[in-house]
């Protein structure tokens, strides 16, 4: 089969492996289409210590069931499917919790198993769900990451009838995040990035406006746009200094600011005034099944799509795909490798 191997820090290669073989209840995936997601770009570039050279990344992924390992009930060859990468435990402290995304010893397709950068994948049936003929492969591809902006938007909102939004950020977490609070009802969600093609892309969205962090005067643009009720909730789907600072200065007093974003670690925060201000300073991470199971559900309604902020290219574009959005410079909101 073909696949895309990483080999180190910018080093991707197409290969040809053998197709693996589904082990005691798994199924074995005839992968058909497969996102790049921000977290792959950094491995990419060597800057995750999960990934360890040689691999197979990529998590974000729909396709068919072909063959079924053994031990397996309820699945049949023909099923589409799309993968619930985070693989928990289900025995330790935060699983028995029902913090599966916080598992001791979580396992991530992608990580620690080879991922779906290939023809075939096998993964769990555990973590499978079908969806329906209606849906594409390419919106389906979309559950995975649409359930991390899903978590971190519900955990954001919860507390504000008719939300005020901010979104820094207009990659795919950031685009997601900001049509998901469009859904659960928001009054009014923005979206700010330094990336001007980016921006132009977020701004066919149709979604209440769209800020260059670059302009000297972007917190005052977004004052002025805000109004009197000013911004309950900001978002930060970048992760750094100028974009977590800027979030607390923004924030009404009693807002929320909410971490998905992993640019960087050490940040330096105005504390004091987050402090005086009572603003909240939550983290986000992965999601839970319910997320995963309700992300599916919202793209299957037509609510979420990959329409007017994706492309489709194929396996043998991925190398030079990895380096466009590594660059910075692409206007594309999500890239989509298909095996076809």
């Given at each position: 089969?073909?696949?895309?191997?990483?080999?180190?820090?910018?080093?991707?290669?197409?290969?040809?492996?053998?197709?693996?073989?589904?082990?005691?209840?798994?199924?074995?995936?005839?992968?058909?289409?497969?996102?790049?997601?921000?977290?792959?770009?950094?491995?990419?570039?060597?800057?995750?210590?999960?990934?360890?050279?040689?691999?197979?990344?990529?998590?974000?992924?729909?396709?068919?069931?072909?063959?079924?390992?053994?031990?397996?009930?309820?699945?049949?060859?023909?099923?589409?499917?799309?993968?619930?990468?985070?693989?928990?435990?289900?025995?330790?402290?935060?699983?028995?919790?029902?913090?599966?995304?916080?598992?001791?010893?979580?396992?991530?397709?992608?990580?620690?198993?080879?991922?779906?950068?290939?023809?075939?994948?096998?993964?769990?049936?555990?973590?499978?769900?079908?969806?329906?003929?209606?849906?594409?492969?390419?919106?389906a591809a979309l559950t995975e990451p649409l359930a991390c902006a899903l978590r971190a938007v519900r955990r954001s909102i919860a507390d504000f009838p008719l939300v005020q939004m901010l979104v820094i950020g207009a990659g795919p977490i950031g685009i997601l995040s900001a049509l998901t609070a469009q859904v659960l009802g928001a009054a009014k969600v923005?979206?700010?990035?330094?990336?001007?093609?980016?921006?132009?892309?977020?701004?066919?969205?149709?979604?209440?406006?769209?800020?260059?962090s670059g302009d000297s005067d972007v917190a005052e643009q977004v004052r002025l746009a805000a109004g009197s009720r000013g911004v309950d909730v900001v978002l930060d789907a970048a992760g750094f200094q100028p974009t977590?600072?800027?979030?607390?200065?923004?924030?009404?007093?009693?807002?929320?600011?909410?971490?998905?974003?992993?640019?960087?670690?050490?940040?330096?925060?105005?504390?004091?005034?987050?402090?005086?201000s009572e603003i909240e300073i939550r983290g986000s991470f992965c999601y839970s099944p319910q997320d995963f199971s309700d992300a599916l559900c919202l793209l299957e309604s037509g609510k979420i799509g990959s329409e007017q902020w994706s492309t489709v290219r194929t396996l043998e574009d991925g190398i030079a795909s990895f380096e466009e959005l590594v660059s910075g410079q692409t206007s594309i909101g999500k890239i989509l490798l298909s095996m076809d």
């Open positions: 089969m073909k696949a895309l191997m990483w080999n180190g820090p910018r080093q991707m290669d197409l290969v040809r492996l053998d197709v693996p073989e589904p082990a005691r209840g798994e199924a074995l995936i005839k992968v058909a289409v497969v996102g790049i997601c921000g977290s792959d770009l950094e491995g990419y570039l060597g800057h995750n210590s999960l990934r360890k050279p040689p691999l197979l990344m990529g998590h974000e992924f729909s396709g068919t069931i072909v063959s079924i390992g053994w031990d397996v009930k309820g699945w049949s060859v023909g099923d589409r499917v799309v993968a619930n990468p985070l693989i928990a435990c289900g025995t330790c402290p935060r699983c028995v919790r029902g913090r599966p995304n916080l598992c001791d010893r979580r396992q991530i397709v992608g990580i620690h198993r080879p991922g779906a950068y290939a023809e075939y994948t096998t993964v769990p049936v555990s973590c499978l769900q079908k969806f329906p003929d209606s849906l594409s492969f390419e919106d923005w979206i700010m990035d330094k990336n001007e093609r980016r921006l132009q892309t977020a701004a066919r969205l149709q979604l209440s406006g769209a800020f260059s977590r600072e800027l979030a607390i200065r923004l924030l009404n007093p009693g807002g929320i600011f909410m971490n998905i974003g992993l640019g960087i670690d050490d940040t330096v925060l105005p504390i004091n005034h987050a402090i005086r």
